[in-house]
C-alpha cells in the first residue's frame, strides 16, 4: 500500500473548483512538509505548492499564485489543494508528495509521493 493516497481528481468546466486530498498512512505525517507536483500530458512534472511540517511557509508557482490554496490537517495526516478559477491549462496529473527536508527547486527525490490524480478541465 502507497504511503500517501490521493483523492478529489476529475473533470470541471474552466473557472470551476476542485479539492485534492492526500493523506499519509504513516504516523509521522507532522513532520514532513508537504507539497504538491503536476504532469501535464507528454510535459515535465512542475512544482505547483508546497508548505512547511508546520505550515508556517507556503510557496506557490507563479501560474497558480492567488488561484490555489494549500493547506494540511495533522491530526488528520492529510494536505490538501484547494483549485480555484481552473484554467484548462491546469489540465494534469497531480501529485502529492512529503519530505522531511522540504522543496528545492533542483530536488526530484522527495521522500514519498502520492500515486497520482487526474485533473482535467474542459472549455
Known amino acids: 500500500q502507497a504511503r500517501l493516497v490521493e483523492s478529489g481528481g476529475g473533470t470541471v468546466e474552466v473557472g470551476g473548483s476542485l479539492t485534492l486530498a492526500c493523506t499519509d498512512s504513516g504516523d509521522t505525517f507532522r513532520y514532513y512538509a508537504v507539497g504538491w507536483f503536476r504532469q501535464p500530458a507528454g510535459a515535465a512534472r512542475e512544482f505547483v505548492a508546497q508548505?512547511?511540517?508546520?505550515?508556517?511557509?507556503?510557496d506557490y508557482a507563479d501560474s497558480v499564485e492567488g488561484r490555489f490554496t494549500i493547506s494540511r490537517d495533522n491530526a488528520k495526516k492529510t494536505m490538501y489543494l484547494q483549485m480555484d478559477t481552473l484554467k484548462v491549462e491546469d489540465t494534469a496529473t497531480y501529485y502529492c508528495?512529503?519530505?522531511?527536508?522540504?522543496?528545492?527547486?533542483?530536488?526530484?527525490?522527495?521522500?514519498?509521493w502520492g500515486q497520482g490524480t487526474q485533473v482535467t478541465v474542459s472549455p
Open positions: 508548505m512547511t511540517y508546520n505550515g508556517g511557509v507556503t
Open positions: 508528495y512529503s519530505d522531511l527536508t522540504g522543496y528545492r527547486p533542483d530536488k526530484t527525490d522527495y521522500d514519498y
